[in-house]
């Protein structure tokens, strides 16, 4: 593996290597991505094989802009709504695909659905435009691992990847997704853009998917329990330092003791972008030392719905 710089011949080189049905590792603003022509069924078998993923479980399709996503998916007027206010960014949304929708049946896991995402990244950006066809592009991670925010961390858990190297991820949460398939909207996953800002995009409030509901899985069938998970395990909404434990902070009332704060302020951006990073830091060094990961509770508001969701399912 390596990890390559964005020149603009390294980018056209990583173009050729998509369009010939390769992987890349792809920097965007929420987490780092395992990126393929979308269209190319190999490629997409491939994503797969790496991840270790489940095929049930669907791949988000990346493109330049909207008109592209037009031609894939079917954009009904709250679609429209959300892409002409959020994209390009850290929102997924999730329509019925169009008939002469160009994506592998694979990549949508034989849904009749599509999620599609416009990214921000420069990069994503910069390369979408050269392939100038969708990518496939799930978080760079083994699947159930945690998601990868700087190049570094696909390098080590990809090692065989080759990734381009955007800087760390300013978000470094996922996307938030949303299913778009009636009227009424559907919260799939919460993400990188708070529900309370779509809410306010929409006037009107987002309906959720049940944890637990069968017809869940069939949704969004990524959001499986145990995912994101350190190796080392991990305890959430600890209080008080106890022995065996690293205890990662948040807030300016974190005990000294606390082996990193996500944010002295308890600024929820601030955390989201440093929760991947911490966690993969201090799991490995949990893990050396035979010790668990725990951390502080997380406020439920705004960015903090889509951190605690992600910590309640590395903590399953
Ligand atoms: O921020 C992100 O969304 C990152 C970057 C790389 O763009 N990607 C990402 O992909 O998080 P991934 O594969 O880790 O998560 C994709 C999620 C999964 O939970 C999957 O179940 C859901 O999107 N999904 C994809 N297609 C779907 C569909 N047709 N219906 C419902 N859910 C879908
Ligand atoms: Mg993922």
């Avoid at 991505?33 to 491939?46: E, F, M, Q, S, Y």
């Avoid at 929708?101 to 979408?128: E, F, M, S, W, Y």
């Avoid at 951006?269 to 993969?280: G, I, K, N």
């Amino acid at each position: 593996m390596s990890v390559l710089l964005p020149s603009v011949d390294t980018l056209s080189a990583c173009c050729d290597r998509l369009v010939d049905g390769q992987l890349i590792g792809l920097p965007t603003e929420t987490v780092y991505g395992l990126a393929a022509d979308a269209t190319n069924g190999r490629a997409i078998a491939a994503i797969f094989a790496t991840k270790s993923r489940p095929n049930f479980n669907p791949l988000i399709s990346h493109v330049v802009d909207l008109p592209m996503a037009r031609q894939l998916g079917q954009f009904n007027a709250v679609a429209e709504k959300l892409a002409a206010t959020f994209w390009p960014g850290p929102l997924t949304l999730v329509v019925p695909r169009t008939a002469d929708c160009t994506v592998d049946r694979l990549a949508c896991a034989g849904l009749d659905t599509i999620a599609l995402r416009c990214p921000a990244h420069p990069v994503a950006q910069k390369l979408l435009q050269l392939v100038a066809r969708p990518l496939a592009a799930p978080s760079a991670n083994p699947s159930g691992r945690l998601s990868p925010s700087t190049a570094a961390h696909v390098a080590d858990m990809l090692p065989d990847i080759d990734v381009l190297d955007g800087g760390a991820a300013v978000i470094g949460l996922e996307s938030t997704i949303i299913g778009c398939f009636d009227a009424v909207p559907v919260l799939l996953r919460s993400g990188g853009i708070a529900r309370t800002d779509i809410e306010a995009c929409l006037g009107f409030a987002l309906v959720d998917v049940p944890e637990g509901d069968d017809s869940e899985a069939k949704l969004a069938p990524g959001r499986l329990a145990r995912h994101y998970a350190p190796k080392s395990g991990l305890l959430i909404n600890v209080t008080e330092p106890h022995d065996g434990c690293l205890l990662l902070g948040f807030g300016p009332n974190a005990p000294p003791s606390v082996v990193a704060n996500l944010s002295p302020s308890g600024d929820l951006a601030e955390a989201a972008s440093q929760l991947f990073v911490q966690l993969h830091k201090y799991d490995a060094i949990a893990l050396a030392e035979n010790k668990r990961l725990a951390i502080m509770p997380i406020p439920q508001v705004g960015l903090g719905e889509a951190i605690n969701d992600r910590l309640t399912r590395a903590a399953a």
